[in-house]
């Protein structure tokens, strides 16, 4: 019987467009995606870089973008909240235990924060135990420690506890610690429909 949920949050509750960044980088002479820029968001996701440095080495990477048009290019990632989402989790809340796990860094979580307000950033977080950010970490996902960290701190019975994700690897690896998981599909499923897909 689970007791416990832990859920990603990108393209579970905020959809994402996962192109979008690319595509604004690239108005300013960004040829592709390369290994120097994701090397920079890995840092800086798992918070080893501050966001001064991040910018910094973007901005050697794409001279000619402004750090205004930087970070506008790299929140573009960040879609909508559907109100209904929230309305979901509000009501799971009060049945199960729920954490939040997820890859980000400050300035997308700033830009949430900033975009939505302190009612609806304070409702989402108020549904979780505990929230937790890959920056705050120092790890993230798929690495398997982070789960097991999770798992640690909270006393959790992995046999007891879902974990939803979009993203495959984040399954796979979390399937190690013996969790229970939900491979949510953009696109073809919502979260919404976690009781017609899992049986809790």
């Not at 001279?63 to 929230?86: G, I, M, S």
């Not at 980000?104 to 939505?116: A, L, P, V």
């Not at 399937?175 to 599909?185: A, D, I, M």
């Amino acid at each position: 019987m689970i007791d416990t949920i832990i859920f990603d949050f990108g393209d579970v509750f905020i959809n994402l467009d996962k192109e979008a960044t690319l595509t604004a980088l690239k108005n300013f002479g960004l040829e592709n995606w390369n290994s120097e820029i994701d090397s920079l968001n890995i840092n800086f996701e798992k918070g080893v870089i501050t966001k001064n440095d991040f910018l910094f080495g973007l901005n050697k990477l794409v001279p000619n973008a402004t750090q205004e048009e930087l970070l506008e290019a790299w929140n573009a990632v960040l879609l909508d909240f559907p109100k209904y989402r929230l309305e979901f989790l509000q009501k799971l809340s009060q049945k199960y235990q729920l954490f939040l796990l997820s890859n980000t860094d400050s300035i997308h979580i700033n830009h949430f924060k900033e975009r939505y307000g302190n009612e609806f950033y304070n409702q989402f977080y108020n549904c979780f135990e505990k929230v937790y950010f890959s920056f705050d970490l120092g790890m993230r996902k798929p690495d398997v420690m982070i789960y097991e960290f999770v798992i640690k701190e909270n006393n959790l019975t992995p046999l007891k506890t879902l974990f939803v994700d979009d993203n495959f690897n984040n399954i796979e690896s979390a399937k190690k610690t013996g969790l229970k998981v939900w491979h949510l599909q953009k696109g073809k499923e919502d979260v919404i429909e976690l009781f017609k897909i899992i049986k809790l």
